[in-house]
């Protein structure tokens, strides 16, 4: 079966990611995932939320939010309502909480990484997007910070990314866009790290269900496309690639 | 390797089941999970949200909230915040999509079922406590309208429960209470019906990740804790749980 | 004349009072009233809100709400609209009020104590159940506290407890239930100590009046009625109701 | 004993009440009692709020403010908070409460009187000189409109003025302003209508209590204040007195 | 052509500006404005917002708001609504920025000056009276201080005043009331210092445009009328006018 | 005097605009004004605001906000405090304003055009950026709507364009950067149409003054500049330029 946009079941859309896109933010790209748009930062501040404080650890929280006309109806923005909806905080809890995995949050020391994720235009799979993304770009803020100033252990301890995956007419589909995402009875977010390893597993049957054999299919082709996510992230970082996961001498 | 509180791996907490709980609620019941006790109940109304009008389907939303003393420290009430935390938002929406997942909204016709699960006291698993107690709930709500005026097809067509499994000290364990859920690597929560098939499969490396194998482990884990959890709702339900996926003859 | 439930105009509801109704605060009851139902907890929190802080004088904060199925109708939550409302806003402010006129605040110290008070069941009254389980619940609390630590005077000088009172059908009554209050004309909460001085008189004509003979009826039956209620706060609280009002010797 | 502004213990301090004070509202006032200063209006508006609509009842709405410096230390205003606080609600409640015991809803048909009183200067008894302020104001918009339209019963239906009594030093006293409040023990307000009948007793022992004959003495008290303050309201008034509790003839 | 209330185009309103209005407040005016009344306080605060704390600088905020029935329709609060509208907010911003155009924020070390202008009538032009109320206000409150314990140099260091000019009927005219103002199709407020110079020029085409020329006669206009306002508050402020802009020798 | 970027005093910055840059809104582009990047998009509604329904009217509501990392610091989100700050609201009102001044709103009929303007990355300028840019949105927008069925005068009337100007180091020059906003004594923002005349003048000194000479001078800057952005806007437009105050015969 041919998918409306001709991929086939295991393909991912184009994936592009500008570095450096604003001038400025410690971290910053613009992630494209087929006509998904997403504007990822990374802002560091020296210190940590109430909680944290005097513990030697730092943080990471993560906003997201839409542009009002990312989306084919225009969306009301949540400052007009006052209030975040749900939708919204499930998400930025989601970003956040995944790059965490990620962090060795002592060697990063007190300090809060703020990860703003930014949809400019919409087409399926924003979450994934922004994930992929914000590691990008937050690979670079904690670069910049260690060239200043190096760590003895790079904090970040190895590579994150996400997509999504689902079950279309049938068909267990990889990354899918608005129009698969409609007509999807079950639709998965899955966060892997570089060396294989579940971060998040969200599985969610929407007004339907899924058996055991479903569920393997689905993790096997997510496993595939965060692969290849991962490698245009290696490409993109160059040489900061090599940061990650090391751990130097002390001087 | 045994369990602070004695159990074994495979083994859920006491359940009990109180029908009836309140007087003014068309299905209301208290669920005990171990420690944690749930008020769940199900209301009527004869309308459905905005989005849904003229269309001839029904709705389920559902609210979650934890008294300020259901906890060890004193929680802040969202109200006197004036807004909702994104805990309690992730959960409300949880509950609510896994309802649906069992309920024919055609069937159910132009109504909203309401939702409300108030934790009494929360020692971990609350949100799928909810869940299954408000499975119960709801099924004495419509069955009750069912007494009044038969529906064709009763809308809900099958049984629904939730626990959650985690890895604690390197073991997969069922039903994780309070101190295991601060100690796990990874927590899921897994909602299923009564066919064996999932609704939710949400599983979270908290600062840490988790490989193919212990997924498998995980869900297999919680699959034998739902099939428990449904008989005990079976029990609970008596006669009404045989207007569970039933279709009667039009008239 | 007989009232709708066979009780003669002087007699008060059933009352129950469960203690150590939850295992996390350091005071809890369940109240009942016939139908209606509060769950009254007492925390300690060892700080003071800003305009005491340094006078080394505590406070007791309250806190009111009820489950939206406590009442016939689904109430909409607070928290969902965002603010709390105006009845709410009342009845927590008489709460704090009323059991402050029988703690020494000097005597406690500089610690808070907050009472929440949760409505699982109403059915008229919840305001005055609410104040006579809250008693019991910082009795309990504080004498925990005195357990550990002993204070040289006990901070709580005197019983209290609340009932209403109101003119139906042109008859005072003691203890209105739901269906006797919404037929109302005069509306009287009072609250009173145990040696038979008042805190708070609160009566009110809703679109009617009342003569000054109408008020001294009320007070008498609300009188009597605080009296019983005294009582069996005395019952519960056991060795712990020999505290009330204890003034030990320095040390 | 002498109160420390030389009055007598059941004098009240002078009252003067400016009619028409503004240009735009159908009825306003400005009251003076003492140094306290409230402008009151009342505005009536053709329809009722949602749950009244289409019984033919009327209905009245109070709202109560105070300008930042109406007080000594400058408050923060409502608005800039985002949120109205618990003693104006409490205290807009009541004013609300209060006038519609002396209006025949039914007479006044589908309409809404808004009330608001607006607090110039405080130096106690601002919700008392409110409710005394607001009767006349509302007298004057129900005037106006039957002016126009005659009704066949003015709905107005008895005069109702408020003070406060309070125990200071041990005495009873009427009319407290701000620094006798501060040391009152006990702080009543009444509101009574003109053929000598209680709408409103709210008597509070702020870390205190009081005894049956000291709550007579205060209810005495407040009765001969409100005594001179109806009459009062009545010179005001002059002619549009007649028209309170008129039954016109039908047509 | 003559205007609807028999001025000349180059005329302002009847001014009247009452000292010392309120009791409370340090500097505290009634200023009228033909039917425009607004009540305009200043009141001082011995610290300073966070940004500008141990900067040895001063601040001015301002906060203006109008009585629900200022106006001919009722107005909700904006503290009923739990925000503060745009307009509010806007007209708030320029009465701070006003003034502080005339303020040595230096020489008024860490104080900040509370600026309250309330509407009580409205009848065009509350912004613009509301500064020129504001500004007497605030030298007398600024002078009290003085008088206790003298600035070195006087913190205020010119006049201010302020009002709208317009086109109304393809003619320039000064200080337009709510009926001009509803047909004008260029709308300007002008706030100008003693010496003549200009802190804000807010011209406005309201679905309308205007020339340069049409502009110099507004600006024009607006001069005339100001240097009038300046002279009436120099009457007023009498002995207190000569501390403006003084720089007295240091002890 | 030569500016810090090399400019001279009467040279705008670099001026890109992109034009339909989102595929989702029926008008979009992305502006570039030197540094300062805006996203203006138009949408239109096929209704109007309450307050015009029946009137056979159209309106243009404007919203305006930036991305966290827009600037050097993070500024927190106005949905994340719950409220639009008072410079956001300012600004859209300003956008929504000067929209208006070129659109004939019974033209448009009643259709409500929302302009959406984000920035992106802030140096200066951002609001008349927004306003020059979302210009080009809404034409293209309505020129969409008039290819479908076409409008017997097309609503929008003239070009439209903003410029800001200020006094800096005591020297009047054309469109600010940040770095120069903030050296500026005297900020203004002018707004202009096509024929020369002026829609909106915001003359401002922060915490200084200007004379009515340095006031002509600014304006004689900002005339020069708004008309480079008209010629560009005309340029960008192409045929769609064409339509721009056209009125076609009728059918």
Redesign the interface.
């Known amino acids: 079966m041919t998918r409306h946009d001709e991929r086939v079941a295991t393909q991912l859309r184009k994936i592009t990611i500008t570095e450096n896109y604003?001038?400025?933010?410690e971290g910053?790209v613009l992630i494209q995932v087929g006509?998904t748009k997403v504007?990822c930062?990374a802002?560091i501040?020296e210190r940590v939320p109430g909680f944290l404080r005097g513990q030697g650890k730092g943080w990471i929280t993560a906003?997201y939010?839409m542009?009002?006309?990312?989306?084919?109806q225009?969306t009301v923005?949540?400052?007009?309502k006052?209030?975040?909806n749900?939708?919204?905080?499930?998400i930025?809890?989601l970003i956040g909480?995944a790059l965490?995995?990620v962090v060795d949050?002592e060697a990063l020391g007190e300090r809060t990484i703020?990860i703003?994720c930014?949809v400019?235009?919409?087409?399926g799979g924003t979450r994934t997007a922004s994930i992929t993304g914000a590691f990008v770009a937050m690979v670079q803020a904690v670069a910049k910070l260690h060239a200043d100033k190096p760590f003895n252990h790079f904090p970040i301890t190895d590579f994150l990314a996400a997509t999504s995956v689902g079950i279309v007419n049938q068909e267990a589909v990889l990354d899918l866009d608005y129009v698969e995402d409609v007509d999807a009875d079950v639709d998965?977010n899955v966060v892997m790290?570089g060396d294989?390893?579940?971060?998040?597993?969200?599985?969610?049957?929407?007004?339907?269900?899924?058996?055991?054999a479903e569920?393997n299919d689905l993790?096997a082709l997510a496993e595939g496309g965060i692969q290849q996510l991962i490698e245009q992230q290696n490409i993109i970082l160059g040489e900061q690639a090599q940061l990650i996961g090391k751990k130097e001498e002390e001087a």
């Open positions: 604003l001038m400025h933010p910053s006509h504007i930062t802002s501040e906003e939010a542009l009002p006309r990312a989306t084919a225009r923005r949540d400052a007009a006052g209030k975040i749900g939708r919204t905080m499930e930025q809890r909480r965490r995995a949050l703020w703003d930014d400019i235009q919409a087409d998965m790290t294989g390893r579940f971060v998040e597993v969200q599985g969610t049957g929407e007004e339907a269900t899924f058996s055991r569920l993790l």
